[in-house]
C-alpha cells in the first residue's frame, strides 16, 4: 500500500514542488489549498486536490474523513512579512490558528510526522549568517506566526508524542511563483515589472543582502524529511548560502531579459537589512548536492515568465492598520 500524504499549500509555489517530489517518492498525495495565492494548474493531475480554507476547523477535519496520512507537509501560508505588520489578524488566522487545526487532528490521527516550512524570519535581526542555534527574536507578525507554530509542535512532541521537521527557507524562486503578488517575491516582482516595462522598485538603497534560493535545492530535501531518522523533531535552515545585494539582483534579472536595468528607489521599509543563513546541519543530515546558482536559477525562472507574459499586480483588499503603510502599497 502506498505511503498517503498531505500536502497543504500545493496549489502554491513551494508546496506544488514539494507535493510533485513527493509524487516522485510513490507517496499517494492528497493536495490542497484555497487558491487565495496559488493556483490548480500548478497541482499534479497525479494527485488528488481538495480546495479549502485550513482556518474552517470543520473543513480540516473533513480531510480525514478521506482517509488516513502518514505524513502532513504543511506550506499553507501568506508569506508576505513586510505586509503583516499591517495584516495582522489575518497573518495570524491564516499563518497559526490554520496550522493549529492541522497540529490537533495530526495528534488525534496519530499522524507518523509532521513537516512544517517555517521561515528565516523567526531570526530577526539576529548576526548572520543565521545558524539553528540561535535564539529566535522575531521582528514581524509573520515571523511571530511561524515561531509560535514551531514552540506548537515542540509542546505537542513532548505531551503527545507527535513528531515533527522544521525547515526554514529563505527567499525561494523559480518556475510558479506567483508575479502578480506585489507586497512578496522580489524576483518575481523584479520580473513583473521588467516585462511590463516598469522600472524595478527598489525600497531603500539596495544594499540590502539576501541569499537567492532556487526551488530545486530547497522541495525535494523537504519531500524526503520524514525518511531521515536524522532529521525527527529537529529545525534545518535550507537555502542557498551566498548573499547577494537586491541591486546585484537587479542586474542579474535584466541581464536574464536583455535589458539594462531600470531602477526606481523608493522609501526605506522596517526590515531587516542583512538576512541569510547557515546551512552545514542540513548538509550533514541530508547530504551536500551542488546547488543551482543564482545565474542559472534567474535563467530558468525568465525563461518561464517570458513563456506565460506579465500579470496585473493583485491589490490586497483587507489592509487592517494604515499607519506607515509605504506609499506603494496604498
Not at 493549529?100 to 531570526?123: C, G, P, R, T, W
Amino acid at each position: 500500500m502506498k505511503t498517503r500524504v498531505l500536502v497543504t499549500g500545493a496549489a502554491g509555489f513551494i508546496g506544488s514542488h514539494v507535493a510533485d517530489s513527493c509524487l516522485e517518492l510513490g507517496f499517494e498525495v492528497v493536495a490542497t489549498d484555497d487558491l487565495s495565492g496559488g493556483f490548480i494548474e500548478n497541482v499534479s493531475q497525479a494527485a488528488e486536490f481538495v480546495q479549502g480554507d485550513l482556518r474552517d476547523a470543520g473543513f480540516a477535519r473533513g480531510l480525514w474523513e478521506r482517509g488516513p496520512f502518514r505524513y502532513v507537509y504543511h506550506l499553507g501560508a501568506y508569506a508576505a512579512e513586510g505586509l503583516s505588520h499591517f495584516i495582522r489578524r489575518y497573518n495570524y488566522e491564516t499563518n497559526l490558528l490554520a496550522s493549529i487545526n492541522l497540529i490537533n487532528l495530526a495528534v488525534n490521527h496519530k499522524v507518523e510526522s509532521f513537516v512544517f516550512a517555517s521561515s528565516i524570519a523567526v531570526y530577526g535581526k539576529n548576526q548572520v549568517p543565521m545558524t539553528e542555534d540561535l535564539a529566535p527574536m522575531p521582528e514581524d507578525p509573520y515571523g511571530i506566526s511561524k515561531y509560535a507554530v514551531e514552540l506548537d509542535l515542540r509542546a505537542a512532541h513532548d505531551m503527545f508524542g507527535l513528531n515533527h521537521v522544521i525547515f526554514r527557507p529563505h527567499n525561494v524562486y523559480g518556475e510558479r511563483q506567483n508575479i502578480a503578488d506585489k507586497y512578496r517575491n522580489v524576483i518575481g516582482i523584479f520580473m513583473n515589472q521588467v516585462l511590463s516595462g516598469a522600472p524595478m522598485s527598489i525600497f531603500g538603497d539596495g544594499m540590502q543582502t539576501r541569499a537567492f534560493s532556487y526551488i530545486s535545492d530547497v522541495a525535494p530535501i523537504i519531500a524526503r524529511a520524514p525518511l531521515v531518522s536524522e532529521a525527527k523533531n529537529q529545525v534545518f535552515n535550507i537555502g542557498a548560502d551566498t548573499p547577494y545585494t537586491v541591486l546585484q539582483l537587479a542586474e542579474e534579472i535584466a541581464d536574464a531579459f536583455g535589458v539594462k536595468a531600470s531602477i526606481q528607489h523608493l522609501p526605506a521599509r522596517n526590515e531587516v537589512v542583512h538576512a541569510f543563513s547557515d546551512h552545514s546541519k542540513c548538509c550533514r543530515v541530508f547530504g551536500e548536492q551542488p546547488p543551482v546558482e543564482l545565474h542559472e536559477g534567474i535563467a530558468r525562472m525568465a525563461a518561464w515568465v517570458k513563456s506565460r507574459g506579465p500579470s496585473r499586480p493583485v491589490e490586497f483588499k483587507n489592509i487592517e492598520v494604515r499607519e506607515k503603510l509605504p506609499p506603494s502599497w496604498a
